[in-house]
């Protein structure tokens, strides 16, 4: 299964985006796709995931209240909805399959290419 993301631009303080994370193949129902992203200089930071099978969702507390995750299991895709968008919001994000919340790596961890975000103060 691959993923690819889209949906990133630019947006100005308090605004909002909404990615996209389209995947090529069939999900289980115990898949997770996780939202991560990353600002160069920066570690690599878990946003939000959620469970293909069952829709239950996690959240970062630095995204909590202002950002989304759901999936349209007709469509294959997860979205992230974000709002009351910050410049420290400013990153390329990315969407990973995995089998569990925050999973970065291991044998069924598999990741899209990244989509560039930036919010303007």
């Known amino acids: 299964v691959q993923l690819q993301a889209s949906g990133g631009g630019v947006v100005q303080a308090g605004g909002s985006l909404r990615l996209s994370c389209a995947a090529s193949?069939?999900?289980?129902?115990?898949?997770?796709i996780n939202w991560f992203r990353q600002d160069p200089g920066k570690e690599r930071e878990f946003v939000a995931s959620?469970?293909?099978?069952?829709?239950?969702?996690v959240y970062a507390d630095s995204v909590k209240g202002r950002f989304t995750i759901s999936r349209d299991t007709a469509k294959n895709t997860v979205y992230l909805q974000m709002n009351s968008l910050k410049p420290e919001d400013t990153a390329t994000y990315y969407c990973?399959?995995?089998?569990?919340?925050?999973?970065?790596?291991?044998?069924?961890?598999?990741w899209g290419q990244g989509t560039q975000v930036t919010v303007s103060s």
């Open positions: 193949g069939r999900l289980l129902s115990s898949s997770v």
């Open positions: 959620i469970r293909w099978g069952y829709g239950t969702t």
């Open positions: 990973a399959r995995g089998t569990s919340p925050a999973e970065e790596s291991g044998p069924y961890v598999s």
